[in-house]
Every structure is written in structure tokens, then in C-alpha cells.
């Protein structure tokens, strides 16, 4: 029966008058959710499947709809199909293009399906694919930081705490904190694919379906772990969604915060690693200028995410089962926080690697500014003073160094024993940048020997993936 009503939707039945044009357009999200017709014909490539494994639809119906559905699909890679708001969607766009091509057997399709079950299956199919790919640009990153740190194991920088001078550290062990750092966000990622990846078909509309269906077997069709274990939970669950922002946020924090780093030793000021210049540009009246502008990008992108979080927080809360339109404002937060979270991904994958130490100016960064006067503090107590004692003489010695410009390396013996009898010739291989580093050798420590151990323990870890 063709549909004689006022309405030309797919859902016209019960109407009697047309959609509003303002409504339509209001209420439509096919602008944004064509993104995953690939996902929408492969999920209904799965169903039709199993509808004739089922009985419910005869082989010939099946074969019919699949050969359809994927010349669709083509159509659509090649810029040949027609998107029409009038047909709000993704999902009844497809459908009403299969029935246009295929006649009567187009409209079986939809049998023991609700575009319920049906979103939250694309959503959850689009969410894999975009987190496998993040997870290798992720990877890829990973892979570019511990060979950075590798080649910059025994390079010397100043550590800071307070964005002082605190003490000195090695340059591949900085690099290391950055790839720890990452390293538990590819964790949260893989995490949260656990719980991407079931399958909510077969849910239907909110309650399931009279028809006799194997969700078992749509769920093994897409690659799903499993089905989800309540219908009224699997339509209304954006859970993955948050969680996959969650992800997000906290990556493009640790991003933001390397990228302030960039930022700042790329400076005139601190003037530790030049950024090649195709990762800069210049200005327009200042013609000195270059400008950091691929970690400044990234570290601003972090405010937009954030924010997506805060979005689909926020559209969760308070909704009652089962499914509610609120829904569908929640892919265009998390399509574009998987595409910032990709472009700043593969941005840094490139840059980070590619940074420029200036290992002179580093180690003159490192000199000044008393760092190692912990080291002089350890000393003195390896000599039976206790610490508290020691950090009060070293107090005064650094004092007596800031009024004469002078680094404790560069005080003489008697200088340095006018503040205790305890100091012998021996101080001076403690008071070295490289005596500091290197006697930091343990797990986790900053010594050039843990760092070329923790690059390899890291290296490990990626080619296990
Ligand atoms: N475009 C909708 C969404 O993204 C699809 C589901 C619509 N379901 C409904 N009962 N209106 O959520």
C-alpha cells in the first residue's frame, strides 16, 4: 500500500497534516549523521542477514536488499546520491533510496528494527573505526617520542618545579614523562572500546521484538564482543560516547600541556629546541617573526573537547529511559572531538618528533640557577650531617652565591668550606650537571642509564600492541 497520507515520511501514518518546513529542518540531522552511512549499511547488511537466517526474510529478499544497500553505498563514495532533509536522516534516507531502487522487498527491511537500535548500533560502529585509528596515530606518536629520547638520553636540561630551576634532569627523560603520560591515555582508549563494542540490535524501539532474531548473531556479523544485556538501556546508553570524551579530554590536556612546553623553550627566552619551520609561521607586519602556531592550535583545540565532555554530560542528565530525540545531539560533540582529537594527534605525531635541541643552551639553563644544591645537601649528609642541617647549610652557601654571581660549581673549596668543615675536593664531582643526572639510577630516576632502560621496557610495550 503506497502511503495515502499528508505526510510524505516514512512515519506518515498517523498524520494529517505535513511537517512543518522550519520543523523539518529543525528536527532533521542527516546534515551530520551521513557521516556514518557506512556504518548505517553495514549494520543493516548484518540485520537483513540475519532476518533471512531467521526466517523472517527469504534469501532472495536478502540478496536483494545487500546487492541494493551496497550500490547505495557506492553511489555515495562517488557524490552520486541525493541527501534530502525531508527525510530527516541518515537511516530513512538509505531506506527510502533501497525501496525507490529494490520496490516492496526495500521495505522489509526495517522489520524487528527501530532507527532506536539502529543509532545506537552506527554510533557505536563509527566509535570503533575512529578509535582504532586514533590508537595507531596515538602509537605512532608514542613510537616518535622514544626514539627522541633515546638519541637525547645524556642531553641535560634544567627540571623545574614552580617553573624554577629545581634540579637537572636529562631531556629523554622529560620526553619519557610525556610518553607515560600518553601512555595511560591509550589505556583509558582501549578501555573504553571494551564498552564501545557490544552490540545493541535487536533492541528495537526500546522493548525488543515479536520476530524470532539471533542478536548472538547480528553482534558476530559487526564484530561486536557481545549483544548489550537490556533493551531499554541499549537504546538510551551514550555512556561510550562519554567515555570516549573523557578519553579525549584528559589527551588533549596532556597535549596542552606539552604543547605550553613547545611554546615556551621555543622562545627567545628559554631558547631550547628550535621547531622546524614547517611547523611555524610567520606574521604579517613582523617580519622576525616565527610562530609556534601547530602546538598554540593544539593547546586552544583543548578548550573545544573539554567542552564536548561537558556537552554530552550534560545532554545525559536527568533522561529518562528509554530513547529520547536529546540523543541525537550527541554526535555532532563526538564527531568533532574524534576529529580534533585525530588532526592534534597527527600533528604531533610529526612535530615531536622532529623538535631541534639545542643541547648548549640547555646545559646552560641547567648551570644556572643552583640545581644542584640538593646534590651538595645529599653530600653533606652522606657525611653524617643530617638533612635538615644540610639543607640550612646549603641554604647559606646558595645565598652567598646569588650576592657574589657565583654557581656552587664555580666557588672555590675555601669558599664552599666556610659554610662546613665537612666539604672536601670530592664535592666537586657531585656538583657536575652530569654527576647529578647519573646519580639518579633507579626506576623512574632521571639518569641517562634509566633512561636508555625505560626506552627500551617502553619499546617493548609498543611492539606488544
Ligand atoms: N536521527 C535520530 C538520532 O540521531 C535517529 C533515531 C530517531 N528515532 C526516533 N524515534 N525519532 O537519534
Redesign the pocket.
Known amino acids: 500500500m503506497s502511503n495515502n497520507n499528508s505526510s510524505d515520511k516514512p512515519w506518515g501514518g498517523r498524520f494529517t497534516e505535513a511537517t512543518d518546513a522550519f520543523v523539518e529542518r529543525f528536527t532533521a ?1 542527516v546534515d551530520f ?1 551521513r557521516r556514518f552511512y557506512r556504518h548505517d549499511i553495514q549494520g543493516s547488511i548484518a540485520h537483513a542477514t540475519m532476518l533471512a537466517e531467521c526466517g523472517v526474510l527469504t534469501g532472495e529478499e536478502k540478496q536483494q536488499i545487500i546487492d541494493g544497500l551496497t550500490a547505495i553505498r557506492e553511489d555515495i563514495e562517488t557524490g552520486n546520491f541525493n541527501w534530502s532533509v525531508s527525510l ?2 541518515v ?1 530513512m534516507n538509505i531506506e527510502a533510496e533501497l525501496t525507490k531502487r529494490i520496490g516492496i522487498t526495500g521495505k522489509k527491511l526495517h522489520t524487528g528494527r527501530s ?2 537500535d539502529q ?1 545506537a548500533t552506527d554510533i557505536r560502529l563509527y566509535l570503533r573505526d575512529a578509535i582504532d585509528e586514533i590508537a595507531a596515530e596515538l602509537t605512532r606518536l608514542q613510537q616518535g617520542l622514544l626514539d627522541l629520547a633515546a638519541r637525547e638520553a645524556d642531553t641535560i636540561m634544567p627540571g623545574f618545579t614552580h617553573l624554577q630551576s629545581a634540579q637537572p634532569v636529562t631531556f629523554g627523560h622529560h620526553l619519557l614523562a610525556w610518553f607515560e603520560m600518553l601512555q595511560r591515555d591509550y589505556e583509558r582508549l582501549l578501555d573504553c572500546r571494551k564498552r564501545v563494542n557490544r552490540s545493541p540490535l535487536g533492541a528495537a524501539a526500546l522493548a525488543g521484538t515479536s520476530y524470532p532474531i539471533d542478536r548472538e548473531l547480528t553482534s558476530k556479523l559487526l564484530g561486536f564482543d557481545a549483544p548489550t544485556g537490556n533493551s531499554l538501556d541499549s537504546v538510551s546508553d551514550r555512556d561510550f560516547a562519554i567515555e570516549f570524551c573523557s578519553f579525549a579530554a584528559l589527551l588533549m590536556t596532556h597535549l596542552s600541556r606539552a604543547s605550553e612546553e613547545i611554546i615556551l623553550w621555543s622562545s627567545a627566552q628559554f631558547n631550547f629546541i628550535d621547531l622546524p619551520d614547517r611547523f611555524c609561521t610567520g606574521s604579517s607586519i613582523m617580519p622576525q617573526k616565527k610562530n609556534p602556531d601547530v602546538p598554540e592550535l593544539v593547546r586552544g583545540k583543548t578548550g573545544r573537547v573539554n567542552g564536548h565532555l561537558v556537552s554530552l554530560l550534560t545532554l545525559m542528565k536527568s533522561q529518562p529511559l528509554a ?1 529520547n ?1 536529546d ?2 545531539e550527541d ?1 555532532e560533540p563526538l564527531f568533532d572531538a574524534v576529529d580534533t582529537v585525530r588532526d592534534c594527534l597527527r600533528a604531533f605525531a610529526d612535530m615531536a618528533p622532529a623538535m631541534l635541541p639545542k643541547r648548549d643552551k640547555m646545559r646552560a639553563a641547567a648551570i644556572a640557577g643552583f640545581s644542584t644544591a640538593t646534590d651538595l645537601a645529599d653530600y653533606l649528609v652522606r657525611k653524617g650531617i643530617p638533612f635538615r642541617d644540610a639543607h640550612e647549610i646549603v641554604g647559606k652557601a646558595v645565598g652567598y652565591g646569588v650576592q657574589s654571581s657565583k654557581d656552587l660549581s664555580e666557588m672555590s673549596l675555601d669558599e664552599l668550606k666556610q659554610f662546613s668543615s665537612d666539604i672536601e675536593n670530592d664535592v666537586f664531582d657531585v656538583l657536575t650537571l652530569e654527576g647529578s643526572v647519573a646519580a639518579r639510577d633507579h626506576l623512574g630516576g632521571t639518569a641517562p642509564n634509566q633512561v636508555r632502560q625505560a626506552v627500551e621496557r617502553n619499546r617493548a610495550l609498543l611492539s606488544a600492541r
Open positions: 540531522s549523521d530527516e536522516d537511516h532507527r532506536n543509532v530513547y530525540k540523543n541525537q554526535k
